[in-house]
C-alpha cells in the first residue's frame, strides 16, 4: 500500500526508518579504517532493541487495549440506544483497534460508532472523540458542529446548553467537558 499517489512528489521524507538508522551505521564514503564488524554489532543491538520493544508493547498494551475496546464497542448501546457513542472504561489506544474489530464483527456503516468518550487522566477531564473515517485519517466520520468549534468554557456551555464544557477544538475532531455526564451530552446532542 503507498502512502501516497506515485505521480505526486513527497513534500517530506522520513529517514528514521529502522533500514535508514542502520544503513547510517555504515562507513561514510570518506572514512577509512572503520571495524565494519563493530559497526554490525551495533546494527545487531539496534534491532534486537527495536524487536524486543514492539514485542513488549504488543503483548503489555496493545493486546490489553484491544480487549478493552472490544468490551466498549459491545457496550455502546448501555450508553446511548443508537450505538453511535463508546464510553471507554479506561483510556488505552483505541483507534486502530475500533476500525479493525468494526470490520472483524460486520458492524455496518450505518451502525457504526461516531464519538468516542474517554477520561482524559492529566487533566482529570472527559474528551469527545469524532472516530475517524478510517486509522490515520484525519477526516472525521462526525465532526463536532460547526458553531461549537473554536469554543471555550461558559461561552460553548451557554450555546450547547451543556454545564462544565471546556472546548471544542476548531477543527471538530474533539471537545471536552469537566465530566463524564457532560461530555456524554455533549456526544448525544452533537448526533443531533
Not at 561514510?28 to 524486543?52: I, T, Y
Not at 446511548?80 to 464510553?87: E, N, P, R, T, Y
Not at 471544542?168 to 471536552?176: N, T
Request: proline share 5%.
Amino acid at each position: 500500500m503507498c502512502q501516497y499517489p506515485a505521480d505526486l512528489r513527497p513534500a517530506y521524507k522520513d529517514s528514521t526508518t529502522i533500514a535508514h538508522r542502520v544503513g547510517n551505521l555504515n562507513p561514510n564514503w570518506n572514512e577509512s579504517n572503520v571495524d565494519l564488524f563493530a559497526q554490525f554489532l551495533k546494527a545487531v543491538e539496534l534491532c534486537g532493541s527495536e524487536f524486543v520493544d514492539k514485542v513488549k508493547y504488543v503483548a503489555n498494551v496493545w493486546l490489553p487495549a484491544r480487549d478493552i475496546v472490544r468490551e466498549c464497542l459491545l457496550a455502546r448501546k448501555d450508553f446511548d440506544q443508537s450505538g453511535k457513542i463508546i464510553v471507554m472504561t479506561q483510556y488505552c489506544p483505541w483507534k486502530e483497534h475500533l476500525h479493525e474489530l468494526e470490520a472483524d464483527m460486520g458492524i455496518n456503516e450505518d451502525e457504526k460508532p461516531l464519538y468516542v468518550l474517554y477520561e482524559d487522566d492529566r487533566e482529570k477531564a472527559w474528551r469527545v472523540q469524532a472516530v475517524s473515517i478510517h486509522h490515520g485519517s484525519f477526516v472525521s466520520r462526525k465532526a463536532l458542529p460547526e458553531p461549537w468549534r473554536g469554543l471555550r468554557d461558559d461561552t460553548l456551555s451557554q450555546l450547547t446548553g451543556i454545564p462544565d464544557c471546556i472546548f471544542v477544538h476548531a477543527s471538530g475532531f474533539i471537545g471536552g467537558c469537566r465530566t463524564k455526564e457532560g461530555a456524554l451530552n455533549l456526544a448525544k446532542k452533537a448526533l443531533q
